[in-house]
Each structure stands twice: as C-alpha cells, then as structure tokens.
C-alpha cells in the first residue's frame, strides 16, 4: 500500500498470487511496448516461480510502480528492475535499488536493458560499474544475404526425445557463459511450457552417425512490441564440430525458417567479446541495435 507522506515502501512480491502475476505480465508488457524491449530475461522470469528469485515491489494507490527480481542465493546477487511507463520520475527505481544494494551488501549484478540514459544515471548515482556488455543485433530479413550452405542434417528439436542430448550439447557449447551454459532439465520444461515456443522453431544438427552438434533456436513472441521480431534465441555447436561451419549453416537455417513464417525482422543478443560470434552475424547482415549493461557493485 502506499504511504500518506515519505517513500513508497518497497514489499515483497507473490509470483503464486494470480492478482500479482497478472500485474507483472501487465506491466512487463507496458514496458516492453515503450522501451521496446523486454525488462526482465526469460530466466528471471523462470527463476521467479522457482524461488530461485524474489520480487520485490512498490505500489502507488494500488498500482504496481515497479517491481525487482533478485537472486536469493549466492554471492554476488544477480537482479533486473522495472519502473512502469506511466509512473517513471518518481523515485522508485532508486528506491529498488537501494533495497536491493541493502540485501545484498553492496554485491550487486544488475541488467540494464536498452542502456537507457535513466539507467546510466541511475548507476552512477549509486556508483555501479559497467561489467558486462551484452550487443542486441538486428536485420531486416529481406536485406539479410543467406550465404549458400547445405540444410541437410537440420530438423526439429523433438521434445521429450532431444531433451538430454541438447542439455549436454548446450553446456559443452556454453561452458564459459554464465547463464545459458547451466541451463537445466527445469528451464528447459519451463521455456517448452511457454506460449511461444514452437518445436519448429528448435533447429538441430546431426552428423552422419545421427549425433547432435549444434542448434538454433528460435523465439517468435511479439511481447507487446508493434512488430513481431524472430529472435535467434541460442544458437550453439559443439566443440568438436567448430570451425566446421556449422554455424553459419545454422544461422541460414535459422533465417530460412523465420522467412518462411512471413517474420520481416530478426534480432539477437551476443557477448560484445564474442568476436568470432559478432563477426557471423554481421557477415549476414546484422546491424547494431541496443546495448544491454550489467552493472556491478562491490562491497568496500
């Protein structure tokens, strides 16, 4: 509730109330419609009904202002805020964070999607330094030049019999990535429970003993946006099949198949040091869109 005089207080969040999960998917909508992006990472979201996160809010006469989504174990905590759109100038993205900086003793990761400016401010009003940077590519896919490559050997992930192969695949392809690389059987379930998720969207790889070695999986979720953007939401090979050219053949697979459902605009999201990575994409005709900053706070 909120208070008659001083700051919003910040409360914590039921992702099991059916009142409170309505509110969030409301105000992650808003939000993505203006910022034109999603605030929150489909693993937040996962980790949030898990308990593996906590959210943490601020009303306004009943309204939901804004909302955090923290780590509940581990050091440092990892966490991503949102402030509505209609209700931004008001403090309570400071007041979010400063509670997320008490709970977790000034060791603090924290996304900011879309590098705003309000976020750059944000951050240095409460000395956050820039830790990671993760690049949000684009490509408008009748400008997009698929490079010649065999498709042969790509087919559908099947659910339920691909499910352990790819896990091994995914965690061998991603062994240095801090979050796709430990994905498990739960957030695998979790993203195939998902509204957007298409087994035809899932592409995978096999060579002639049938063995997987790499994917692409797409994501195909409007999320409120005026454009519906296919999102390459992994794609990955395993490392005894890099340099092969595998990827590149998968990434033609990938964009073959967005084409074919009638999707005019692709997106992406790599580690700004994956050069190899970086470099693929951009030979193919992807372009710089947005820039996602993890901040970092540490205890003095």
């Known amino acids: 509730m909120s208070s008659p005089s001083g700051p919003e207080p910040v409360s914590t969040f039921d992702p099991r ?50 909302i955090a989504l923290v780590t509940t174990d581990g050091w440092p905590r990892e966490a991503e805020l949102v402030v509505s759109p209609t209700m931004r100038r008001r403090g309570d993205g400071g007041r979010l964070l400063e509670n997320l ?36 590519l684009r490509a408008a896919l009748e400008g997009v030049a698929v490079v010649p490559g065999s498709a042969d050997g790509i087919a559908s992930f099947r659910p339920g019999i691909d499910d352990g192969e790819w896990l091994e695949i995914n965690a061998a392809a991603f062994a240095d990535h801090p979050e796709q690389g430990s994905l498990s059987q739960h957030d695998l379930d979790a993203r195939m429970s998902a509204t957007w998720f298409d087994a035809d969207d899932f592409l995978v790889a096999r060579d002639a003993t049938g063995t997987m070695t ?27 099949a890099q340099g092969s050219g595998l990827g590149r053949r998968l990434v033609n697979a990938g964009l073959a198949r967005l084409r074919s459902r009638g999707i005019r ?21 992807f372009v710089d869109h947005t820039i996602d900053i993890q901040y970092a706070a540490r205890r003095p």
Not at 41 to 65: F, P
Not at 214 to 240: I, M, N, Q, R
Not at 267 to 284: G, I, K, T, W
Request: proline share 4%; hydrophobic share 45%.
């Open 17 to 66: 109330s059916a009142d409170h999960a309505s509110r969030l998917a409301l105000i992650v909508q808003q939000a993505t419609r203006v910022d034109g992006q999603p605030p929150f990472s489909d693993q937040s979201l996962v980790d949030l009904r898990s308990g593996a996160r906590e959210g943490l809010a601020i009303e306004r006469d009943g309204i939901l202002s804004g």
């Open 101 to 136: 900086l008490e709970r977790a003793g000034g060791d603090l990761l924290i996304w900011a999607h879309g590098d705003h400016p309000a976020a750059r401010v944000l951050a240095m009003r409460h000395s956050l330094q820039p830790a990671r940077q993760l690049l949000q």
């Open 214 to 240: 790499g994917f692409c999986w797409l994501k195909v979720d409007d999320g409120g946006a005026e454009e519906t953007v296919g999102e390459f939401y992994a794609v990955g090979v395993s490392p005894d």
């Open 265 to 285: 605009a692709a997106s992406l999201y790599v580690e700004a040091d994956n050069l190899p990575a970086v470099a693929l994409y951009r030979s193919v005709g």
